[in-house]
C-alpha cells in the first residue's frame, strides 16, 4: 500500500459527460501528479500541483482540469468525454515540489481510476 | 528532448531463469534520476528503485538487481532466477529535473511461466 488513495476504482459512463477523479497524497505529500495510461498512448503526464497550485503541465487536454484543495486532496475532472478518453488515470504523491541536487523524491502511486467510455 | 526507450515489449522465459530488461534514456540534463517500476496484473504502479546520476554503483536487492551505465545512457534490471509472480509490466523512468514528471518508457511486459 503506497499511501495513495483514489476514488473511485472504476467508473463507467457515457461519451459527453462528464467526471471527478479523486486522489489524496501520502500524509505530509504537499505534491501531486496526475498520469494517464491508455493503450496507444502509454503512461503520460498529465499535470502537476504542489500545495495547491498548479506546477506543471503536459499533454492535458482542454476538457480536463484539475485543481488541488487546501486539505492538499486533488481531483481531475474530465469534461465532454470521448471513447479516447478511456484509460487508466494514475495520482502520484511526493514531498517535494521538484527534483534538485540536493535529492530526489520518488513518487509513490496510487491504485488509479480506470475511466470507461461507452 | 529527453526520452526513454524500452526496446523490449514482451519477454517469456520459464521459472527460474534469469532475465534482463533494458531501459536506454536520453538527457541533456546533467544531473538526473531514473526509476523502474513495477505494474503487475492488478494495475497498481509499485516503486522498485530509484538512482541518481551521481551514483553508478550496481545495486542488488535480494534477486533483483540494477546495472547503471552513464557511458551508454543505459539502466538495465536483472531478475535473478525468477518466479511466476515476477509476471508484470516493467517501466523505466527519468524524472524531468524542471518539473518533477516521470517520463515513461513503453514498458516491457514480463511473463513467468512455470
Known amino acids: 500500500d503506497s499511501g495513495v488513495t483514489q476514488t473511485p476504482k472504476h467508473l463507467i459512463t457515457a461519451t459527453g459527460q462528464r467526471v471527478t477523479l479523486r486522489c489524496s497524497p501520502r500524509s505530509g505529500d504537499l505534491s501531486v501528479y496526475w498520469y494517464q495510461q491508455s493503450l496507444d498512448q502509454g503512461l503520460q503526464f498529465l499535470i502537476q500541483y504542489y500545495n495547491g497550485e498548479e506546477r506543471a503541465k503536459g499533454n492535458i487536454l482542454e476538457r480536463f482540469s484539475a485543481q488541488q484543495f487546501p486539505d492538499l486532496h486533488s481531483e481531475l475532472n474530465l469534461s465532454s468525454l470521448e471513447l479516447g478518453d478511456s484509460a487508466l488515470y494514475f495520482c502520484?504523491?511526493?514531498?517535494?515540489?521538484?527534483?534538485?541536487?540536493?535529492?530526489?523524491?520518488?513518487?509513490?502511486f496510487g491504485p488509479g481510476t480506470r475511466l470507461t467510455v461507452l | 528532448a529527453q526520452k526513454v526507450t524500452q526496446a523490449q515489449t514482451e519477454i517469456s522465459v520459464v521459472e527460474k531463469e534469469d532475465v534482463t530488461l533494458d531501459c536506454v534514456y536520453e538527457?541533456?540534463?546533467?544531473?538526473?534520476?531514473l526509476f523502474w517500476y513495477k505494474q503487475p496484473p492488478s494495475g497498481e504502479l509499485v516503486f522498485l528503485i530509484r538512482?541518481?546520476?551521481?551514483?553508478?554503483q550496481n545495486e542488488i536487492s535480494g534477486r533483483y538487481s540494477w546495472n547503471f551505465q552513464k557511458s551508454t545512457s543505459s539502466f538495465n534490471f536483472t531478475i535473478t532466477a525468477s518466479q511466476v509472480v515476477d509476471s508484470a509490466v516493467y517501466f523505466c523512468?527519468?524524472?524531468?529535473?524542471?518539473?518533477?514528471?516521470?517520463?515513461f518508457g513503453q514498458g516491457t511486459t514480463l511473463q513467468v511461466k512455470p
Open positions: 523512468a527519468l524524472r524531468d529535473r524542471n518539473t518533477g514528471k516521470l517520463i
Open positions: 502520484a504523491s511526493s514531498p517535494r515540489e521538484r527534483a534538485g541536487t540536493s535529492g530526489s523524491d520518488e513518487q509513490f
Open positions: 538512482r541518481n546520476s551521481f551514483d553508478e
Open positions: 538527457t541533456r540534463d546533467t544531473t538526473y534520476y
